[in-house]
């Protein structure tokens, strides 16, 4: 079994900066995409920027140029370092990726327990 650590949320000032970190454990034979997503209240979760194995990187349109995603493929680690954060940014964000505990598993999506960002004056 594979488990997400998520660590980093917390209340910052509109225009200010947070860093998200997230390490993946356990049984990991590969990781693929890793990612954060984010759920505000009463909407749906939506991807906030993802980044493969390779480095390949993708954002929402509403982060880009204000988030940046990058992983230790090494350490099994993801952070999304989150600058200019506007109170439309708050939600609780969850750390997602979906690998293979072992050489022959299928690929399974894990989730995070999710860390609440608050941005507020």
């Known amino acids: 079994q594979v488990q997400l650590v998520e660590s980093g949320g917390g209340l910052v000032q509109p225009g200010g900066s947070l860093r998200l970190f997230c390490a993946a454990s356990?049984?990991?034979?590969?990781?693929?995409?890793m990612g954060w997503y984010r759920q505000a209240p009463g909407k749906q979760r939506e991807l906030v920027a993802a980044?493969?194995?390779?480095?390949?990187?993708n954002y929402a349109d509403s982060v880009k140029g204000r988030f940046s995603i990058s992983r230790d493929n090494a350490k099994n680690t993801v952070t999304l370092q989150m600058n200019s954060l506007k109170p439309e940014d708050t939600a609780v964000y969850y750390c997602?990726?979906?690998?293979?505990?072992?050489?022959?598993?299928?690929?399974?999506?894990?989730w995070g327990q999710g860390t609440q960002v608050t941005v507020s004056s």
């Open positions: 356990g049984s990991i034979f590969s990781i693929n995409t």
């Open positions: 980044i493969t194995s390779g480095g390949a990187t």
């Open positions: 997602n990726a979906d690998g293979r505990p072992g050489r022959w598993s299928s690929l399974i999506d894990y």
